[in-house]
């Protein structure tokens, strides 16, 4: 029993330094695209539009990842991922929730405050509010309220009011992805790199999205095992589609 604590402890305190390093990490690389970031644009005379539109990219690449995350812990096979456990999975989804969140508020406010991106506080927050392709910049500002109508039914979900609807409602999150993915496009693809950036994530989340929707769950499993008139009757038993409703267990 001592052996089994120790090494429950050993595990314990090299995955929090597993944590703290990545962490580290983490900060490092963020605060040298910072600064680096920074540096490029140092005298740019459109430099709020260069950051404001690298948020909205970066805010992007994170919903994707925040989505991807969605469709893993949905999944009806997910009991059988052992690596990392469903713990790590779940704050791994909210803490991209979290990142996706800030990002977005930099891409809004930065470029609703640039006269050069010609959006404006009512275009970023009125749909064809916008003097630059308003059709575009729409798409993006309801993809937005569709991302904080997901996630703020998905904060609330411990309330009593909202614990029997948030689950369909943080669904939204697909459309939210769906729309900012169609903004991203109609916005501005002006390079190759954006354009393949663009349809190999659409790819990849409508590839998982099958993947995880075409799944069954083991109770339909079993229920399907159990309607079969051949399994049923390999194993003695009445097709429950075929028996009476009392006769059912």
């Not at 109508?149 to 369909?168: D, K, Q, Y």
């Not at 995880?212 to 109770?219: I, S």
Request: net charge positive; glycine share 10%.
């Amino acid at each position: 029993m001592a052996g089994r604590s120790l090494l429950a402890t050993l595990r314990r305190g090299a995955l929090a330094l597993l944590v703290v390093l990545a962490a580290t990490a983490s900060a490092s690389v963020t605060g040298w695209f910072v600064g680096a970031t920074a540096q490029s644009v140092a005298g740019n005379r459109n430099a709020p539009w260069i950051i404001g539109r690298a948020a909205g990219v970066s805010s992007y690449l994170l919903l994707v990842l925040l989505v991807l995350t969605g469709l893993v812990l949905s999944h009806p096979g997910r009991a059988r991922l052992r690596r990392p456990s469903a713990a790590v999975r779940i704050r791994l989804h909210v803490s991209l929730a979290v990142f996706t969140l800030v990002l977005t508020v930099l891409h809004v406010v930065v470029l609703a405050t640039d006269s050069y991106a010609q959006v404006g506080w009512r275009g970023t927050l009125l749909p064809m509010g916008a003097g630059y392709r308003p059709v575009a910049v729409t798409l993006g500002v309801l993809g937005a309220y569709a991302g904080l109508l997901a996630g703020a039914t998905a904060a609330l979900s411990g309330r009593r009011l909202v614990s029997r609807v948030w689950w369909p409602v943080h669904k939204v999150a697909a459309v939210s992805l769906l729309l900012v993915w169609a903004h991203g496009v109609y916005a501005g693809i002006d390079t190759p790199a954006l354009l393949a950036m663009y349809v190999a994530t659409g790819a990849g989340v409508l590839a998982l999205a099958v993947w995880r929707y075409v799944a069954r769950t083991p109770g339909e499993r079993v229920d399907e095992l159990a309607s079969s008139p051949d399994w049923a009757t390999r194993h003695g038993m009445r097709s429950v589609r075929s028996a009476h409703p009392l006769e059912r267990v």
